[in-house]
């Protein structure tokens, strides 16, 4: 397995971890906080692992938007893709308490489905790459 593919498999485990209450209906002790926590954490990776495949070594920061200027000099990122630096602050303000504004359940699904949209970004233009590669 390559490099980048195992960031990108860490990303889709710390996603499916972030949609444990969408995949089982059950939100009673869990916070959202720590929900989103895990979307940021799934971008984050991917992203991370993005960059390695194209032999850049990530630097150690959870700000999405730092991950995606650095990608932008090898790809275009879209628009919808850029939403995702949003989550940045659920890496390190809502992980612990604190005086923050409370995370809805609304929040928390607008979350998941941006990390969900990256993710899928990620992979396809991953395999785009490959594909161009073997024409």
């Not at 444990?20 to 009673?28: E, K, L, R, S």
């Not at 720590?34 to 850049?56: P, S």
Request: aromatic share 12%; charged share 30%; net charge negative.
């Amino acid at each position: 397995m390559a490099r980048y593919e195992a960031w990108i498999n860490r990303a889709k485990g710390s996603l499916k971890l972030s949609k444990i209450v969408i995949t089982f209906g059950v939100d009673d002790g869990y916070y959202y906080e720590d929900l989103c926590c895990q979307t940021q954490q799934a971008v984050e990776k991917a992203l991370k692992g993005f960059l390695i495949y194209f032999d850049v070594e990530p630097e150690f920061t959870h700000n999405i938007e730092t991950l995606i200027n650095k990608l932008e000099k090898f790809t275009e990122v879209p628009e919808h893709i850029k939403e995702a630096t949003n989550l940045t602050k659920y890496a390190v303000l809502t992980r612990y308490p604190g005086e923050y504004e409370e995370v809805t359940k609304e929040k928390y699904e607008q979350a998941v489905n941006i990390a969900q949209e990256c993710l899928e970004w990620v992979e396809n233009r991953i395999e785009e790459n490959e594909n161009a590669k073997t024409k």
